[in-house]
C-alpha cells in the first residue's frame, strides 16, 4: 500500500490554515491512486443508499407486502442516513479519521448482511435504516481527502470525490437491477457485504495515522455545527443557494421526471426511465475539472455561472414535455449545473475552517438533505395541481431566488 502515499518531502509547503486545522500529518499526502481509492469509497458508501430503488417490487413479492408499502423503505434509509450524517459525521474533527472510517464501514457491512437476511419486512426496514446511520464514510472521507491535498488542489480533490458519489450512485441503480434479475435482490446485499468488508481492510492499510485535530465534548460538537451558520457569515448564503440548487430543484427535477416518463405519450417502464437517468453521467464527468476553479480562485463566480447553468436546463425543460431528446439535453445540462454548484459550495463551506471541516461537511450534506426532503414534497403537490409544466415553473422561481441569495453571499465572501 505504500504506492499510495507519498513522502512529504514530494509536495509543497501547506498554509497556515491546513497547519491549524487540517490533518497535521507531516508523512503522507495525497496522491493520485489514493485519490482513486478514497473516490471509490465515497461512490460505494453513497451507493448502498441506493441499492433498493430498483428493486421494490421483487421485495413486495417476496416478503408478501404490497409494492406500495415498499416505499417506506426508501424513507427508512433516508431517515437513518440524516441521523448518520448528524450524529457521526462531525466525529472526523475530534477522532483518529482511518479509524472511524474503517469502523464505520465495518458497521454497514453489518447493516448490509441484516439486510440480506432479513426474514420480514419489518426486519428489512430496521436492517436499511441502520443502513443509512452506519453508510456515512463517504461524507467522512471528503474533508479528510481535502486535508491531505495539497492546499493548491483542495477543490480538485473534493470534485473528483463528489464524482466518485455521483458515480456510485448512477452505478448502484443500475447494478441492483441486473444482479437482482439473475440471482434476486438478496444477493446485491450480500455482494456489497463483502466489498464493504474489503475495502474497508484496504482502506485501514492505505491511509496514514492521523491524530484527532482537537479534544471536543461530544455534545459540544454537535452544538456547534449547528453553531456554524452564525460564527461563519458565507455559510448561509452557501447553505441557501446549495440547498435550492442541489436539494429542492434536484428533487423536483428527478421525481417528477419519473412521472413524465411513465405517463403519455412516453409510457416506459422502470428500467427505461432508468436509462434516461444515465444522462446524468455530465455531472460526475464534469466534477473532475470543477473543483479547479475553486483552487484558482474563481469559486464563488463559477459558482453563480453554474446556478445560471442550472436555470437554462429548467427553461429546457419546459419544452420536454413531448420530446425525450430535450428531456435527456435537460437532464444533461442540469447534472453539469447541479454538480458544479454542489464542488464548489462544498470545498467553499470546508474552506472556511479546516479545523471543523466535518461539522462545516455535516452541516452542509444535512442541509442538502432536509431541503431534498421539501423539493420530494412538493414535486407530488405540484405535479398534481399543475404538471411538468407547474413543476418547471417552481424550478425557475427557486433558481432565481437562489441566484439572488447567490449574489448576496458573494459579497460576503
Do not use: H
Not at 448502498?48 to 421494490?56: C, E, K, S
Not at 472521507?141 to 477543490?155: M, N, S, T, V, Y
Not at 434476486?184 to 484527532?212: D, E
Request: net charge positive; glycine share 10%.
Amino acid at each position: 500500500m505504500e504506492v499510495l502515499v507519498k513522502a512529504a518531502d514530494d509536495r509543497k509547503p501547506r498554509t497556515e490554515a491546513m497547519e491549524a486545522g487540517a490533518s497535521k500529518n507531516d508523512r503522507f499526502a495525497l496522491t493520485k491512486p489514493l485519490t482513486a481509492l478514497l473516490a471509490i469509497a465515497a461512490g460505494l458508501a453513497i451507493g448502498n443508499l441506493y441499492w433498493a430503488q430498483p428493486l421494490l417490487v421483487q421485495i413486495s413479492g417476496s416478503l408478501g407486502v404490497e409494492v406500495a408499502d415498499t416505499g417506506l423503505l426508501i424513507t427508512a434509509t433516508q431517515i437513518g442516513y440524516a441521523a448518520g450524517i448528524l450524529l457521526i459525521v462531525p466525529l472526523g474533527d475530534i477522532c483518529p479519521r482511518r479509524k472511524l472510517i474503517t469502523v464505520v464501514m465495518a458497521l454497514a457491512a453489518c447493516s448490509l448482511l441484516a439486510c440480506a437476511t432479513a426474514p420480514s419486512f419489518l426486519f428489512l426496514a430496521f436492517g436499511l435504516s441502520a443502513l443509512g446511520v452506519t453508510t456515512v464514510s463517504g461524507q467522512i472521507i471528503i474533508p479528510l481527502a481535502r486535508d491531505l491535498a495539497d492546499p493548491k488542489e483542495q477543490g480538485q480533490a473534493v470534485g473528483i470525490l463528489a464524482a466518485g458519489v455521483m458515480l456510485g450512485i448512477l452505478a448502484a441503480r443500475t447494478l441492483s437491477g441486473l444482479v437482482a434479475d439473475f440471482l434476486g435482490w438478496r444477493s446485491i446485499y450480500l455482494i456489497a457485504t463483502v466489498t464493504n468488508l474489503v475495502l474497508a481492510g484496504v482502506l485501514f492499510k492505505a491511509l496514514p495515522k492521523m491524530p484527532a485535530k482537537e479534544k471536543t465534548p461530544y455534545p459540544k460538537l454537535i452544538a456547534d455545527v449547528f453553531k456554524s451558520i452564525v460564527r461563519y457569515k458565507p455559510l448561509k448564503w452557501i447553505l441557501i443557494t446549495n440547498g435550492i440548487v442541489f436539494g429542492v430543484v434536484f428533487n423536483l427535477f428527478w421525481t417528477s421526471l419519473t412521472f413524465l416518463l411513465a405517463a403519455e405519450p412516453f409510457g416506459y417502464n422502470t428500467f427505461q426511465i432508468g436509462l434516461v437517468s444515465i444522462a446524468g453521467i455530465t455531472g460526475a464527468v464534469a466534477s473532475f475539472g470543477v473543483g479547479k476553479l475553486q483552487d484558482k480562485g474563481y469559486g464563488v463566480q463559477a459558482t453563480g455561472a453554474f446556478i445560471g447553468v442550472s436555470l437554462l436546463s429548467m427553461a429546457l425543460a419546459f419544452f420536454a414535455g413531448e420530446s425525450l431528446a430535450l428531456v435527456v439535453v435537460a437532464a444533461a445540462v442540469y447534472s453539469l449545473g447541479v454538480q458544479g454548484v454542489g464542488i464548489l459550495n462544498q470545498a467553499r463551506a470546508m474552506a472556511l475552517d479546516p479545523a471543523r471541516s466535518s461539522r462545516l461537511n455535516t452541516i452542509f450534506v444535512f442541509n442538502n438533505f432536509v431541503c431534498g426532503a421539501i423539493g420530494s414534497a412538493a414535486s407530488g403537490f405540484i405535479w398534481a395541481w399543475a404538471g411538468w409544466l407547474g413543476i418547471c415553473a417552481a424550478a425557475v422561481m427557486v433558481i432565481l431566488i437562489a441566484l439572488v441569495c447567490w449574489r448576496i453571499g458573494s459579497r460576503a465572501s
